[in-house]
C-alpha cells in the first residue's frame, strides 16, 4: 500500500510537489481553502479580457520544463515565447535603454547611450560567466539544514565573489558610473518583492540569468500553468480537495500525521505545506518554536486593463522609473506611498496577438508599494492609480485612459485576504537576514514528515525558483519516509 501524502495549498510549489510525489508512487491528497487552484498564478477575467493576475516574466524557462519532466510533463506541452528584446526601460531624463538578448548588441545600446559604459556590462557579464553556474548549484539547487552546510570555504569565497556583504545596487555600482544603469542592473530585485538598496548581491544573478537564459512568456498567460499540472494529476487519480481549509497539523511525538479541517482529523503518512510560510505557526500552536518575526515583502497595487487600441510602439515588458527610483523605494521601505512611484507594465499582445480581442490590448500595471500595514488603501489607491495611468500616457501609451473599456484594481489588502503574508506579494523579503541559511528551510522545524515550499522558502521566490524549493522540499520527505 502506497504511502500518503497530504499537501496543504495548490500553489505553484504545491502543485509541484504533488506532482513530483505522485510521480514516485505516493498518495496523494491537495488541500486548498479557495475553489481554484494555483494561488497568485492566476488569471484576472471579465468578458473578453483575460491577463495574469500575478508573475508575468518567465525566467529560468529550463529549470522550469526540466522539473515538470520530473514530474512527468513534457516540455513540448508547454509553450514558450521569448522575449527580444528582453525590455525597455523608461526614464524621467526621456532616455529608453532597450535591454536586449545579444551581448555585443547591448554593449552598443549601452554606449550610445551612456558612452563608455560598454566596458562596464561586459565586464558584468564576464565576472558573473565565472560563477552563476556554481551560484545556482550552491544556492538554489540544495537547501541548508545546517548552518554549516552553508558557510563552507567554498561558499563564503563564492558570496564574496558575488558581493554578498553589499546590496544588488552598490554590486551594480562596481560596473556603472551612470545611476540609471545602475537601477537597470538591480531592479531585478522588485521581481522577488525586494528592493534594490536592502537586497544583498548574490542577487546579481538575476541580471545575469536574463541575458544568459533569456526572458520569456508563456502562451496563453502563467495562469494556464496550474491548470496544465491541475489536469495532469487529476487524471493520475490525484485527490483535489477544494473549498477546505486546514485548520491545523496533527503532531504526534514529533512527528506530522495529518491534518485538521471542518470535517475532522484525517491522518497521513507525512504533510507538506504549501502557505504562505509565517503562517504555519496558526496551524502548530504550541508544537512550534516561538515564533520569528518575517518582514514581509513589498506590496504591489495591481491594474488589469481592457483598452480599445494598441500600442504598436510598446514591447511585452516595460519599466517606468521616476526621478530617483531609491528615493521612491525608500518611501516604500519606509511604509508610505511613494510620492513618484515607479510602475511595470506587462503588454502580452504585443507577443501573442491572440491575447486580446482584435485591435485592443490587455495590459497589467504593477506598482510598487509597503506591505499591509494599515495604509487606507480605499482612500489612496485612485489616485495613486491615476497619478500612474498619467504618467504611462505621457510617457509613451498614448491616449490610454480615453480607451479604457474594463478596469479592475487590487491593492495589499486584498493579498492578505487572499493569505499573502501581511499583503506582501512574494512571500517574505529577500533581505540578507531573510536569504539562503537564514530563509525558512524545506525543513523548517525539527518536526518529523514535515516539509514547506512556497514563495518564502529557501530559495525564494519566482515560479521556476519556487519550483526548485518544492523538489527540495519532496527529496526531504521522501528521503525521511524511506529510511
Not at 156 to 176: D, I
Not at 369 to 379: D, H, I, M, R, T
Not at 439 to 462: C, D, E, N, V
Amino acid at each position: 500500500m502506497s504511502r500518503r501524502i497530504a499537501v496543504v495549498g495548490s500553489g505553484i510549489g504545491g502543485l509541484t510537489a504533488a506532482l513530483l510525489l505522485e510521480r514516485q508512487g505516493y498518495d496523494v491528497t491537495v488541500y486548498e481553502r479557495s475553489g481554484k487552484v494555483g494561488g497568485r498564478v492566476a488569471f484576472e477575467e471579465e468578458g473578453p479580457y483575460r491577463i495574469d493576475q500575478g508573475p508575468t516574466i518567465v525566467l529560468l524557462p529550463d529549470m522550469l520544463k526540466g522539473i515538470l519532466a520530473e514530474g512527468g510533463i513534457a516540455p513540448e506541452r508547454l509553450e514558450l515565447l521569448r522575449c527580444d528584446p528582453l525590455y525597455r526601460i523608461h526614464y524621467r531624463s526621456g532616455r529608453v535603454l532597450t535591454k536586449v538578448a545579444d551581448r555585443e548588441a547591448q554593449t552598443a545600446e549601452i554606449d550610445r547611450l551612456y558612452p563608455g559604459e560598454g566596458r562596464g556590462f561586459q565586464r558584468f557579464m564576464k565576472d558573473m560567466d565565472g560563477v552563476y553556474v556554481t551560484g545556482q548549484q550552491n544556492f538554489i539547487e540544495r537547501d541548508f539544514p545546517r548552518r554549516r552546510d552553508f558557510f563552507t570555504l567554498g561558499n563564503v569565497k563564492l558570496m564574496r565573489r558575488l558581493r554578498a556583504y553589499q546590496s544588488v545596487k552598490k554590486a551594480a555600482g562596481s560596473y556603472f558610473r551612470s545611476e540609471e544603469l545602475r537601477d537597470a542592473f538591480s531592479l531585478q530585485s522588485l521581481y522577488i518583492g525586494g528592493t534594490p538598496f536592502a537586497t544583498p548581491g548574490i542577487y546579481s544573478l538575476l541580471p545575469y540569468a536574463e541575458y544568459e537564459y533569456g526572458i520569456w512568456m508563456l502562451k496563453g498567460g502563467y495562469g494556464t500553468l496550474p491548470k496544465l499540472i491541475h489536469e495532469e494529476l487529476a487524471g493520475r487519480g490525484v485527490t483535489f480537495r477544494l473549498n477546505t481549509e486546514v485548520r491545523s497539523l496533527i503532531v504526534e511525538q514529533k512527528q506530522c500525521r495529518g491534518v485538521v479541517t471542518e470535517l475532522g482529523e484525517e491522518r497521513y503518512d507525512a504533510v507538506l505545506y504549501n502557505g504562505d510560510f509565517p503562517n504555519i505557526s496558526g496551524l502548530l500552536s504550541e508544537q512550534v518554536p516561538a515564533k520569528r518575526r518575517y518582514r514581509p515583502s513589498t506590496g504591489c497595487v495591481l491594474v488589469y486593463l481592457g483598452v480599445s487600441k494598441t500600442f504598436p510602439e510598446a514591447l511585452t515588458h516595460q519599466f517606468f522609473l521616476p526621478d530617483n527610483l531609491t528615493a521612491s523605494l525608500k518611501q516604500v521601505y519606509a511604509g508610505r506611498i511613494p510620492d513618484d512611484p515607479s510602475f511595470y507594465v506587462f503588454n502580452p499582445a504585443a507577443l501573442d496577438p491572440a491575447a486580446a480581442p482584435p485591435g485592443e490590448s490587455v495590459l497589467y500595471f504593477l506598482i510598487p508599494v509597503p506591505f499591509n500595514n494599515g495604509l487606507s488603501w480605499e482612500q489612496e489607491t485612485p489616485a495613486l492609480v491615476e497619478r500612474v495611468l498619467a504618467a504611462a500616457e505621457e510617457r509613451g501609451l498614448t491616449d490610454l485612459r480615453r480607451h479604457i473599456t474594463w478596469s479592475r484594481v487590487r491593492t495589499p489588502l486584498e493579498a492578505e485576504r487572499d493569505g499573502l503574508y501581511g499583503g506582501g506579494s512574494f512571500g517574505i523579503a529577500p533581505i540578507l537576514s531573510q536569504s539562503g541559511v537564514y530563509r525558512p528551510q524545506p525543513k523548517p522545524f525539527p518536526i518529523g514528515r514535515l516539509a514547506a515550499a512556497g514563495a518564502s522558502i529557501h530559495p525564494g521566490g519566482g515560479v521556476p525558483i519556487v519550483m526548485q524549493g518544492a523538489k527540495l522540499a519532496v527529496n526531504q520527505l521522501i528521503k525521511e519516509l524511506e529510511t
